[in-house]
């Protein structure tokens, strides 16, 4: 309002009142905006459908399916969870399916060791309901005497 005070001076004031002045605005904008939009020269809409073109192929291509950890035997022959519960998981990686779940201070025979491909170990384990699985290895400690062996085991 004041830029076109200082432009018109009071005499325009007198001409318009605010109502006009919002108008006149308007309208130069939608001019402004409206001047904008007409075609592109040198660009001509398709007649139809074109053929689908196909999309570069890499041949360093993310398989689908999660790399199966290689699993080793262990000298690590008993396993006591520390954290209050523990999901078992079907293999050996954080987005497996879980089979099951154990409790804290509960000790589970090893059968088998792996690392995903975090390098990060796991235990497969059977548990009290005759399940097998895999836990993550960070959530428990290994046990090697037999007489510190706490004979809590999961309760499902």
């Excluded at 018109?8 to 109502?19: A, E, R, S």
């Excluded at 108008?23 to 939608?30: A, C, N, P, T």
């Excluded at 969870?81 to 879980?98: C, Y």
């Excluded at 706490?150 to 309760?155: A, K, L, P, R």
Aim: hydrophobic share 40%.
């Amino acid at each position: 309002m004041q830029v076109l005070l200082i432009l018109f001076g009071d005499k325009f004031m007198n001409v318009m009142n605010k109502d006009k002045i919002v108008k006149y605005i308007l309208l130069v904008m939608v001019f402004i905006l409206l001047s904008g939009c007409r075609p592109i020269e040198g660009l001509e809409p398709s007649e139809g459908p074109t053929e689908p073109v196909e999309a570069p192929v890499s041949e360093d291509e993310i398989p689908l399916e999660p790399e199966t950890p290689e699993s080793e035997e262990t000298g690590i022959l008993h396993v006591q969870i520390i954290a209050d519960v523990l999901n078992v998981r079907e293999t050996a990686s954080i987005n497996s399916t879980i089979v099951d779940k154990v409790k804290e201070n509960a000790v589970f025979e090893v059968l088998e060791e792996a690392k995903d491909a975090d390098d990060q170990v796991w235990y497969k384990i059977k548990t009290e309901q005759e399940v097998l699985g895999w836990i993550f290895g960070a959530y428990c400690i290994p046990v090697d005497d037999e007489e510190s062996l706490d004979t809590t085991v999961s309760d499902g």
